[in-house]
Nanobody
């Protein structure tokens, strides 16, 4: 299975931007559906965005629509999450996951990265 590895997290002020990357080895990444999830302290893991293997199907949770953009570069086996106009409520550990179907349900993803911390200060 493709084992994803996230990078690009950090600390920014509100209104700033970060770009997260999700790279994978093993099974060809180009055939995997990829989802981004996040988990804030004391909260459940929540769906952020997902993209299908060809990049033609994309979903966002309502709270990030118009601010976050997901994309994939199959040649680099990498999926990106461009996060703009960040808010303090975006603070969380962000996880990349791969699976066989595109979904907003974390149970549909079978391989998870270790996560990358995003902290947005006001």
């Amino acid at each position: 299975q493709a084992q994803p590895v996230e990078s690009g997290g950090g600390s920014v002020q509100a209104g700033g931007s970060l770009r997260l990357s999700c790279a994978a080895s093993g099974r060809p990444f180009s055939t995997s559906q990829v989802g981004w999830f996040r988990q804030a302290p004391g909260k459940e893991r929540e769906f952020v965005s997902s993209i299908n293997s060809r990049g033609g199907w994309i979903y966002y949770t309502d709270s990030v629509k118009g601010r976050f953009v997901i994309s994939r570069d199959s040649a680099k086996n990498t999926v990106y999450l461009q996060m703009n106009s960040l808010k303090p409520e975006d603070t969380a550990v962000y996880y990349c996951a791969t699976g066989g179907i595109i979904s907003t349900d974390p149970r549909d993803y079978d391989s998870w990265g270790q996560g990358t911390q995003v902290t947005v200060s006001s």
